[in-house]
């Protein structure tokens, strides 16, 4: 992984391939292991680039990853804005500075993209929405990611990996995939209690960003899996029909997590989407 200085921290980041840059961000409580199973074929058309979000992988909290009172928190915004200055960096050095990028962001990755969208705009070719959503947590989700906030130790983690991978694995990829639910759960289990602190209280304290579908002038494509149970495909239509330009699709046999469950169908329907509504 290659090292980026990012405001106050160092991002660790999966670069491959080359051409414009495809920037994912990954859901919560993973890190940029989550894109690895389709990173090859992406790779022959873009310049992928994958972060560790703040806190998450090998990438440390750092003093902005904390509130005024020194208690981990990273909201949306603060994400978005160490993507731009991650890009920005990355522009420069592969003499891509100016074009515009495709961003795909993943559940929590969802949250921040539409932070992004809000801050610039006019930086996007192109937006892939993957399972995730654009209303805040209700007041009992948000208590429950404190509570997780407050109470999480490296000893918990354990029940947490076994929880998400419950409520995130389609039940076919639970039966058979074993291989995609032992590294699941290895990715959970190596990240820290300050990463899942943050990141839990940065969500618990999102704002509304419907009114952001309306805004968003890059072509999107609005992804999710056929067995999703938190971003659910009736959810996600309804997603796609506020945005003006999207295109909806959803990958079989997959729940909350497609570019590990069927990362050949993810891949597809990025491609099919890139080269018919983004280079046209």
């Not at 978005?80 to 074009?99: F, H, N, P």
């Amino acid at each position: 992984m290659k090292k980026y200085l990012v405001d106050d921290t160092e991002y660790y980041v999966r670069m491959s391939g080359s051409g414009p840059i495809l920037l994912m961000a990954h859901g919560f409580p993973f890190d940029a292991q989550l894109y690895d199973p389709v990173l090859e074929r992406l790779s022959k058309r873009f310049t992928c680039v994958v972060p560790n979000l703040r806190g998450f992988g090998s990438t440390k909290l750092g003093a902005n990853g904390r509130n005024q009172h020194g208690v981990p928190r990273v909201k949306m915004g603060r994400y978005a804005d160490d993507l731009a200055i991650l890009v920005s960096e990355i522009q420069c050095q592969c003499k891509l500075r100016g074009e515009k990028i495709v961003l795909c962001g993943l559940s929590m990755g969802g949250y921040i993209s539409l932070a992004f969208v809000r801050r610039r705009p006019d930086w996007l070719a192109g937006l892939v929405f993957c399972d995730s959503n654009a209303t805040p947590d209700s007041p009992e989700k948000a208590r429950s990611r404190m509570e997780l906030a407050d109470s999480i130790t490296q000893l918990e983690i354990q029940n947490l990996a076994d929880r998400t991978i419950q409520s995130v694995l389609a039940p076919c990829t639970i039966k058979n995939k074993p291989s995609v639910v032992s590294a699941m759960k290895e990715m959970i289990m190596r990240q820290s209690p300050e990463a899942i602190a943050a990141g839990s209280r940065g969500m618990a304290v999102r704002s509304d960003s419907t009114e952001t579908l309306a805004q968003i002038e890059a072509p999107t494509l609005v992804l999710g899996g056929q067995y999703d149970a938190l971003s659910t495909p009736e959810s996600l239509d309804l997603i796609a029909q506020q945005i003006p330009n999207a295109t909806r699709a959803t990958i079989p046999d997959a729940g909350h997590v497609p570019p590990m469950e069927n990362p050949d169908a993810f891949v597809d329907a990025l491609l099919n989407w890139y080269d018919e509504k983004v280079v046209g």
